[in-house]
């Protein structure tokens, strides 16, 4: 960016705000800090003087890790075309990261590894989204590769063990805690308790050896379900 833009910094270690002043001096000349606030009450009476273009908020202030989450909703709600970006010390919460990106943040910058950087500024003020610098983008890959793998492993079980959609349903809903008469109920199951009582027992044939199928219980056959990612234990929910 050629234009000069303004920022309010929000953070409360004064240590900390010490060097994120000298980033800004030293590798980010067109920024012009127009105001540092160390919690909320301080924030909003700068706000109204003057709104600046990008807001650096830190998550956690004044001993809470969530009180940057309520300021980003209300700074986004208030001052839409504000930019917010995250600079926050909360290294492994990462439900907090989510949080505040639903609030509204356009990235979040980790204190850690190379801190904050012109890039991470300049992005978010050329109007990207889910800005991010390199140790939270490691953290984001690390999650991604797991949900793909995990969704890998899913597919090629449906294959191997040819899982139909009555299977899942069915299994699914063991899982739930259901009887077979509550199963022979739904509407994506038209069979009745005798025939789900066979495909029990064919299901247990398909996912156990045969030295291991004598005596497998339903509760047995629905961890081997999930071991084998057959069952999605994180979209657990029942038919109508």
Known sequence: MDNKFSVIIVED?????????????????????IGV???????????????????LLDLGLGG?????VSICAKVKKD????????FTGELTNEKLWVDVLDAGADGIVLK?????????????????????NQPILEKITERFRECVMRDAIRRKSLITYEIDRYDECFLRHLALGYTKDMIANLRTMPFGVKSLEKRQSDLVSRLFPQEEQRGVNVTRLVVRAIELRIIDVDNL????
């Open 37 to 55: 606030a160390t919690n909320e009450e301080e924030l909003y009476p700068l706000m109204e003087k003057e709104q600046p273009h990008l807001l």
């Open 13 to 33: 270690a004064k240590l900390e705000l010490k060097g994120t002043e000298e980033i800004f001096r030293s590798d980010i000349p067109d920024a012009d800090i």
């Open 237 to 240: 929910e029942p038919d109508e």
């Open 64 to 68: 809470s890790t969530t009180a940057g």
């Open 112 to 132: 850690t590894g190379e801190l904050l950087t012109k890039n991470e500024v300049y992005s978010v003020m050329s109007g990207r989204q889910y800005v991010f």
């Open 79 to 86: 001052y839409p075309h504000v930019k917010v970006l995250i």
